[in-house]
């Protein structure tokens, strides 16, 4: 029987916010949504949509496609904190007219008690549970993926989002990489977002980009054994980023390096190529 994965967010804390500035947040998350919903539309199997209360969910046909989408969403609402949760399994209750919240299965079953895991781990915040022995594997490199990303800064996480806007990784073409411009639009929004940017030391630049001006140049993924991972350090980054925001090259290395950015990169891959072997 075909396998499905589920993925279930919590926003944390939320409420925690102003009333302005939760309205604020909670604008920009639906078009967070509704761009990411776009750009993996060949992987969506439904929507991710909002559920009840601060919780979204939606189903995918990979659970590649599930973690990378978690993934550049956590990226794109930082510092807004959320837990996961990853479900593979059946797709038992299948009604096609109906978004997610209307489906029912195993894999559904699964995400909510992963999810539900995340309050009770030692600082896990995305877990994922397919009932496979290596379950437990491939949660280490979600823990360790994700931890070197909550520790960046406002700043550095601006500029691991960069790394990612002009150097995607995906994952069986999972991630359309023609909407990178639509992308982009959202992290003008959150540089310039007094909220989304309050912890930061130093003012990102706002960027100004279209789906013409961007070169993308997509990493992707192959389940190749490889003795070690390079493939998320790519030359020119620093170069690259530095003709977008007027910013020495130099200054970048430093904070590429500060941010473990590739580091990140290469372990997100690791997770991918692991996640990927445990579906075949």
Same mark, same amino acid.
């Given at each position: 029987?075909?396998?499905? *994965?589920?993925?279930?967010?919590?926003?944390?804390?939320?409420?925690?916010?102003? %009333?302005?500035?939760?309205?604020?947040? =909670?604008?920009? +998350?639906?078009?967070?949504?509704?761009?990411?919903?776009?750009?993996?539309?060949?992987?969506?199997?439904? #929507?991710?949509?909002?559920?009840?209360?601060?919780?979204? =969910?939606?189903?995918?046909?990979?659970?590649?496609?599930?973690?990378?989408?978690?993934?550049?969403?956590?990226?794109? +609402?930082?510092?807004?904190?959320?837990?996961?949760? %990853? $479900?593979?399994?059946?797709?038992?209750?299948?009604?096609?007219?109906?978004?997610? *919240?209307?489906?029912?299965?195993?894999?559904?079953?699964?995400?909510?008690?992963?999810?539900?895991?995340?309050?009770?781990?030692? !600082?896990?915040?995305?877990?994922?549970?397919?009932?496979?022995? #290596?379950?437990?594997?491939?949660?280490?490199?979600?823990?360790?993926?994700? %931890?070197?990303?909550?520790? =960046?800064?406002?700043?550095?996480?601006?500029?691991?989002?960069?790394?990612?806007?002009?150097?995607?990784?995906?994952?069986?073409?999972?991630?359309? +990489?023609?909407?990178? $411009?639509?992308?982009?639009?959202?992290?003008?929004?959150?540089?310039?977002?007094?909220?989304?940017?309050? #912890?930061?030391?130093?003012?990102?630049?706002?960027?100004?980009?279209?789906?013409?001006?961007?070169?993308?140049?997509?990493?992707?993924?192959?389940?190749?054994?490889?003795?070690?991972?390079?493939?998320?350090?790519?030359? !020119?980054?620093?170069?690259?980023?530095?003709?977008?925001? !007027?910013?020495?090259? =130099?200054?970048?290395?430093? *904070?590429?390096?500060?941010?473990?950015?590739?580091?990140?990169?290469?372990?997100?891959?690791?997770?991918?190529?692991?996640?990927?072997?445990?579906?075949?």
């Amino acid at each position: 029987m075909r396998r499905f *994965t589920a993925l279930i967010m919590d926003l944390r804390a939320s409420r925690k916010y102003s %009333l302005k500035n939760r309205n604020e947040i =909670q604008t920009y +998350i639906y078009k967070v949504i509704e761009t990411l919903n776009e750009a993996f539309a060949k992987a969506l199997e439904k #929507n991710v949509s909002f559920s009840a209360g601060d919780e979204l =969910q939606g189903l995918f046909s990979s659970t590649g496609a599930a973690y990378l989408y978690y993934r550049l969403f956590s990226m794109l +609402i930082a510092p807004v904190k959320i837990r996961a949760g %990853l $479900g593979v399994g059946e797709w038992d209750v299948v009604i096609r007219d109906a978004g997610t *919240t209307a489906q029912d299965g195993s894999a559904y079953h699964k995400a909510r008690a992963a999810i539900k895991a995340t309050k009770d781990s030692l !600082g896990y915040s995305v877990l994922l549970e397919s009932g496979a022995e #290596n379950d437990e594997i491939a949660n280490s490199l979600l823990y360790a993926t994700t %931890l070197l990303i909550n520790k =960046q800064s406002s700043y550095q996480n601006h500029i691991m989002l960069l790394s990612e806007l002009l150097y995607p990784i995906t994952i069986d073409n999972a991630l359309d +990489i023609n909407k990178m $411009g639509e992308i982009a639009e959202l992290i003008n929004l959150r540089s310039v977002s007094d909220v989304l940017n309050h #912890n930061s030391n130093k003012s990102p630049k706002k960027i100004f980009l279209n789906g013409e001006m961007i070169k993308v140049r997509p990493t992707s993924v192959s389940i190749y054994n490889d003795t070690f991972i390079t493939d998320g350090k790519v030359r !020119g980054l620093p170069l690259h980023l530095s003709e977008i925001m !007027g910013i020495s090259r =130099q200054s970048l290395d430093k *904070t590429i390096a500060a941010a473990n950015i590739y580091e990140a990169r290469n372990l997100a891959i690791a997770t991918l190529k692991y996640i990927k072997r445990m579906e075949d």
